[in-house]
């Protein structure tokens, strides 16, 4: 564990998850363009969840290589990389049980996604998180989701546009998940470790 603990902290592998991570941002901005040009102006920072959740990584990672700390965007880079790798997961293995394949977009969307979520975990010794960080990026958290399912701008998965409803539902619990798991690893943890 101490070795991961060293590895994370190297500016070298740092940089080149930085430059990953900055890649698969632009990549995702791009990938949602369709959708971006269909969305009222008010509701685009709510459409392109993952690629925002790498950005919000992004950003951390820029300011962890020189030694600084962006509480509010590590709270928002942890719980949102969580909730939409998970997501991203789970709708395309949906996706596989409703249509009996997938393309290979969706595998790459899968191993990136999945990727997405531990990486936002792995930091989570390394982040300065206090309650009112959480507190800001939880209700961010809960407001993409009410903007998502009752106007409509959630992401496409046109295979399964019948079970939205159902959907909407799982979203609203993995953000109240993802909240809880980050208040868990950031604050409870380190209290507890205080404490011994």
């Known amino acids: 564990m ?9 500016r070298s592998f740092l940089i080149v998850l930085f430059i990953i991570n900055l ?3 632009i990549y995702g901005f791009i990938w949602y ?16 969840d993952s690629p925002t959740a790498s950005l919000f990584f992004t950003i951390f990672l820029a300011f962890f290589i020189f ?14 990389l969580f909730k939409y790798g998970v997501w991203a997961v789970v709708m395309n293995v949906l996706t596989y049980f409703q249509l009996g394949q997938l393309s290979f977009d969706a595998y790459m969307l899968i191993f990136s996604h999945g990727a997405m979520a531990v990486q936002g975990l792995l930091y989570a010794p390394f982040y300065k998180i206090q309650k009112r960080h959480i507190v800001v990026a939880g209700l961010w958290t ?18 399964l546009d019948v079970y939205m409803d159902e959907i909407g539902y799982f979203t609203f619990w993995l953000s109240i998940a993802s909240i809880t798991l980050t208040y868990f690893l950031t604050i409870k943890h380190k209290n507890a470790r205080l404490g011994d």
């Open 23 to 25: 890649l698969g941002t």
């Open 2 to 10: 101490s070795y991961l603990y060293m590895l994370l902290k190297q």
């Open 142 to 159: 809960l407001h993409n989701d009410f903007v998502d399912y009752i106007f409509g701008v959630m992401p496409r998965y046109h295979a």
């Open 67 to 80: 030694g600084k700390h962006v509480p509010y965007i590590e709270a928002l880079a942890v719980m949102t």
């Open 33 to 48: 363009g369709p959708q971006l040009r269909d969305t009222p102006a008010i509701f685009l920072p709510f459409v392109p």
